[in-house]
């Protein structure tokens, strides 16, 4: 038996297409966290990543997100304040992304 799953993707305002995982941090065997997708709108989900087909990775923090919904006003407006995601080549993790002042 196949286990059906839903794969969203976001079209931003430039054109660019991000697919949307909704995670959490997991603790693994070795004790190291690691990042652990889920499905979208599970309350567990602490963190939205969205990674363009470029591999740049944009991540949100969905523990004080107001809307975790997946309408298209609200990725865009995720996508405008999210920070550099894990294993992105533009930058180091936590720094702002293009467009967002730093500290905000």
């Given amino acids: 038996m196949t286990t059906a799953r839903v794969e969203v993707y976001f079209i931003g305002a430039d054109g660019a297409r991000w697919r949307v995982y909704d995670c959490a941090q997991a603790v693994g065997a070795d004790g190291r966290g690691h990042r652990r997708v889920l499905i979208h709108d599970d309350p567990k989900a602490t963190y939205r990543v969205l990674v363009a087909e ?47 002042p730093a500290g905000g």
């Fill in 54 to 100: 470029g591999g740049q990775r944009r991540s949100v923090d969905l523990t004080t997100a107001r809307d975790r919904t997946l309408a298209a006003d609200v990725l865009a407006a995720q996508l405008q304040r999210a920070v550099y995601g894990p294993s992105d080549p533009d930058a180091s993790w936590g720094t702002p992304a293009p467009g967002r």
